[in-house]
């Protein structure tokens, strides 16, 4: 199996920066795509930023230009560059990662136990 250690959350002003980290580790044979999803109160969880692994990023309209994704693939760790934070980003954000596991030919999804990001006005 996988686990998902996420760290990086908290108490962050409006128009301030944050950065938050996610490292997978087990019984990984590779890493496919690495994704942040978030979830604010009363609402969905929606994708975030995704990179895949051979590098290619997507994100929500809401955070262009402001949050950057990355990963370490010799960690099994990706980032979440957020900068320019609103009280609108205030959310739980979750790590996703779709992983290839030993013994198995499949692909799995797996999630973090999520981190608390609040922007204050």
């Known amino acids: 199996q996988v686990q998902l250690v996420e760290s990086g959350g908290g108490l962050v002003q409006a128009g301030g920066s944050r950065r938050l980290s996610c490292s997978a580790s087990?019984?990984?044979?590779?890493?496919?795509?690495m994704g942040w999803y978030r979830q604010a109160p009363g609402k969905q969880r929606e994708l975030v930023a995704r990179i895949t692994s051979g590098g290619s990023t997507n994100y929500a309209d809401s955070v262009k230009g402001r949050f950057t994704i990355s990963r370490d693939n010799a960690k099994n760790t990706v980032y979440l560059q957020m900068n320019s934070l609103k009280p609108e980003d205030t959310a739980v954000y979750y790590c996703?990662?779709?992983?290839?596991?030993?013994?198995?030919?499949?692909?799995?999804?797996?999630w973090g136990q999520g981190t608390e990001v609040t922007v204050s006005s």
């Open positions: 087990g019984s990984i044979l590779s890493i496919d795509a």
């Open positions: 996703n990662v779709v992983a290839r596991v030993l013994a198995s030919t499949r692909r799995y999804v797996y």
